[in-house]
């Protein structure tokens, strides 16, 4: 069987760190790995944040087309195709898609919360991740709207030790895959 795993969360959620982590994992020999799109759009091009119609779309149209290019393959994703719908609900009309089409992508979505829900303590921005805490947290609200209907969702809390956060999404991982 195939698994098509998104792992997703507003900015300071663990998702880039448990990603590379699990680069490293002999679970996942035989997965292919996709690296979060938009802080590498960014990175390339900051003139991306005066358009957003055209970062948004071209996320999606690369997203869709790696994932094209390894359709017999199981694969872990930085983001999904929905997160872009979460960011900017108008792409899924400027690709001329839906949620559920979106949906049938994927096996399997793990939400990480982020660590803004436990404050400045916890919440730390840089040169791409800027978002304030109020506005992380609202990110992660959008992404729960736009993910939480998927037959296999699942949202994984903030806590304050990210090592005891990985264990935790280390075994719910291995329960997805079997």
């Known amino acids: 069987m195939l698994n098509?795993?998104?792992?997703?969360g507003a900015p300071a959620s663990g998702k880039t760190l448990?990603?590379?982590?699990?680069k490293?994992?002999?679970?996942?020999?035989?997965?292919?790995?996709?690296?979060?799109?938009?802080r590498k759009l960014l990175l390339e091009n900051q003139d991306y944040r005066n358009n957003w119609d055209k970062f948004?779309?071209?996320?999606?149209?690369?997203?869709?087309?790696?994932?094209n290019r390894h359709s017999t393959n199981s694969f872990i994703t930085d983001r999904g195709t929905v997160d872009t719908f979460a960011f900017h609900p108008q792409?899924?009309?400027?690709?001329?898609?839906?949620?559920?089409?979106?949906?049938?992508?994927?096996?399997?979505?793990?939400l990480l919360e982020s660590s803004a829900n436990l404050g400045d303590r916890y919440y730390k921005t840089d040169k791409i991740r800027n978002e304030s805490?109020?506005?992380?947290?609202?990110?992660?609200?959008?992404?729960?709207?736009?993910w939480s209907s998927h037959p296999n969702f699942h949202r994984l809390t903030a806590e304050n030790s990210i090592e005891n956060k990985f264990a935790s999404f280390y075994?719910?991982?291995e329960g997805?895959?079997?």
């Open 171 to 173: 075994q719910l991982f």
């Open 91 to 110: 792409t899924a009309q400027n690709v001329d898609s839906t949620i559920d089409k979106e949906y049938a992508r994927y096996t399997a979505v793990i």
């Open 24 to 38: 490293n994992s002999r679970l996942c020999d035989g997965f292919i790995f996709f690296d979060e799109l938009a």
């Open 56 to 67: 948004h779309i071209d996320i999606y149209n690369r997203q869709v087309e790696r994932e």
């Open 4 to 8: 098509r795993i998104v792992i997703t």
């Open 133 to 146: 805490i109020k506005e992380a947290l609202e990110i992660e609200n959008n992404l729960h709207k736009a």
């Open 176 to 178: 997805i895959i079997g």
């Open 18 to 22: 448990f990603f590379e982590r699990l």
